[in-house]
């Protein structure tokens, strides 16, 4: 059981929006302002879409955005495209004891 | 262009050890915290363990304590894990990846541990 839950899937069709949610505690997600965000297409590595709960890093579209309110924090991919098709996983740094959490991964299917 | 290339991966038996490297390129490696993540087949991710710029600090997940040590020789720019006690559970892709402002910035395209008699 992953320390944060996301749900198992979810899916959209091209142009429309979807949002994934990312549950921690007061703990993890709810304590720092240190949630990322991770796309992974099957077979490859992971690559960071979201930093810091809602920062881009330099060259991630747009179309990718994030908040948090409380002890849930929310992806949203809005625009959808073909290529968005992947696993998503969120993280958040859950203090100096253990560290790192991360969600059990989304799959967006683009109907 | 940053490149992060594991190896070390394969095959070991149930208590068995191995040594998994990760080779740093295009970045200036010393100026990283470095982490481990797995991820086991057709499961998510999961944070291993990470280690300070100059390694004199280093972090573990509870159920690897006592049986991994993660390393770096900057003037190699390389990163280690020496893995043992192996057990089944610790079957997975194992990944290095740059750690900087608390996010993990790139990643290497993993290494496969298999654990099994």
């Known amino acids: 059981q992953s320390a944060l839950t996301q749900p198992a899937s979810v899916s959209g069709s091209p142009g429309q929006s979807i949002t994934i949610s990312c549950t921690g505690t007061s703990s993890d997600v709810g304590g720092y302002n240190y949630v990322s965000w991770y796309q992974q297409h099957p077979g490859k590595a992971p690559k960071l879409m979201i930093y810091?709960?809602?920062n881009r890093p330099s060259g991630v579209s747009n179309r990718f955005s994030a908040s948090k309110s409380g002890n849930t924090a929310s992806l949203t991919i809005s625009g959808l495209q073909a290529e968005d098709e992947a696993d998503y996983y969120c993280t958040s740094y859950a203090g100096s004891g253990i560290h790192w959490v991360f969600g059990g991964g989304t799959k967006l299917t683009v109907l | 262009e940053v490149q992060l290339v594991e190896s070390g991966g394969g095959l070991a038996q149930p208590g068995g050890s191995l040594r998994l490297s990760c080779a740093a390129s295009g970045f200036t490696f010393s100026s990283y915290w470095m982490s481990w993540v797995r991820q086991a087949p057709g499961k998510g991710l999961e944070w291993v363990a990470n280690?300070?710029?100059?390694?004199?600090?280093?972090y573990y997940v509870d159920s690897v304590k006592g049986r991994f040590t993660i390393s770096r020789d900057n003037a190699k720019n390389s990163l280690y894990l020496q893995m043992n006690s192996l057990r089944a559970e610790d079957t997975a892709v194992y990944y290095c990846a740059t750690h900087s402002g608390y996010r993990f910035d790139y990643w290497g395209q993993g290494t496969l541990v298999t654990v099994s008699s």
């Open positions: 280690i300070k710029l100059d390694g004199s600090e280093k």
């Open positions: 810091g709960v809602t």
